[in-house]
């Protein structure tokens, strides 16, 4: 019987194919397509404003409130958190990556995989806390600055309008601080990855030919990287846009598009606008995937 089933199986590819992807794609249509695509249909409904009641009725009206004032800078706030983050996580990433690909031992490279990877192991809210604890007036980083004699320094910047505030750890600063800390490791791997791939040889013809270690660097290492620090840019871009925790629990009264989504869902009981700031970065990240993977940065995975 398992002979005759094998040969069965065998004679037909195409539904050996089926069999096997069969269950995750009607797991993947039912629990994450089914869920976006009621997210699409419901930001195509609209709120009442006199009866508070949803109108469900297909129209346009939900996405216009996105382009309010208080809205559009809602979104702009968070994108360009997002940029912010993920550009300080590929300067922190890059050096360190470039040591584990190029110079660390078999010894120190498991090392470092440990430590980068440790902290993944704790509670993401554990983390978090932490460094509102270490990021408060009364925290350690503000007793280092105070023995520093650098306090003028910390005032001024928390005076800015748009970064500050009372303390690090209610401001725009710390906020940025924070993702930068725990979407961190996204970066180091694929960046460490994309590097252990370039040959030496180019390394070594280029500083034949006579090219110096910075041109070396813009030439041939940074090109031939690059998709790495895309691959990497994909999950620390995309966790900021859609964490709610960091800026409800380090920021102060300005919202992210979490927060927008948790108040609108929860509080004020206005899911199509909260669905229409849902898709926001969907459409963002889909645009951001199809640039990714022209770069070639899926091949950095």
């Known amino acids: 019987m398992i002979k005759r089933i094998s040969t069965f199986l065998y004679l037909r590819p195409k539904l050996v194919l089926l069999l096997l992807l069969g269950l995750p794609m009607l797991w993947m249509l039912v ?5 976006l695509g009621t997210l699409l249909i419901n930001s195509l409904y609209h709120l009442d404003g006199f009866t508070g009641k949803i109108v469900r009725q297909v129209s346009l009206e939900t996405y216009a409130q996105l382009l309010e004032p ?19 996580d590929a300067m922190l990433a890059f050096p360190l990556g470039f040591y584990m690909a190029r110079f660390a031992t078999t010894r120190m490279k498991t090392f470092l995989y440990l430590a980068i990877t440790l902290p993944l192991w704790s509670s993401y809210l554990v983390r978090v806390y932490s460094w509102k604890l270490i990021l408060a007036r009364e925290g350690i980083l503000t007793w280092f600055v105070t023995l520093m004699h650098l306090n003028p320094v910390l ?3 928390l005076k800015q309008p748009t970064i500050g505030g009372p303390s690090l750890s209610l401001s725009q600063i710390g906020i940025g601080i924070v993702f930068t800390y725990v979407w961190l490791p996204y970066m180091i791997l694929p960046i460490q990855t994309a590097l252990e791939r370039v040959p030496k040889s180019l390394l070594e013809a280029s500083g034949d030919l006579g090219a ?19 691959a990497g840019s ?8 859609g964490d709610f925790i960091v800026p409800l629990s380090l920021g102060n009264s300005s919202y992210y598009i979490g927060q927008a989504v948790l108040a609108h869902q929860g509080t004020s009981g206005n899911i199509p606008l909260a669905a229409a700031f849902t898709m926001g970065p969907i459409v963002i990240m889909i645009i951001y995937l199809f640039m990714a993977k022209r770069l070639g940065a899926f091949d950095a995975l």
């Open 212 to 230: 110096r270690p910075g041109k070396t660097f813009w030439k041939i290492i940074l090109p031939l990287s690059f998709p790495g620090v895309i």
């Open 234 to 241: 994909i999950f620390t871009f995309s966790l900021t846009m």
């Open 31 to 35: 629990l994450y397509l089914s869920p």
């Open 70 to 88: 208080a809205n559009r800078e809602i979104l702009m706030r968070t994108v360009s958190m997002a940029i912010v983050v993920t550009l300080a």
């Open 155 to 157: 005032d001024w910047v």
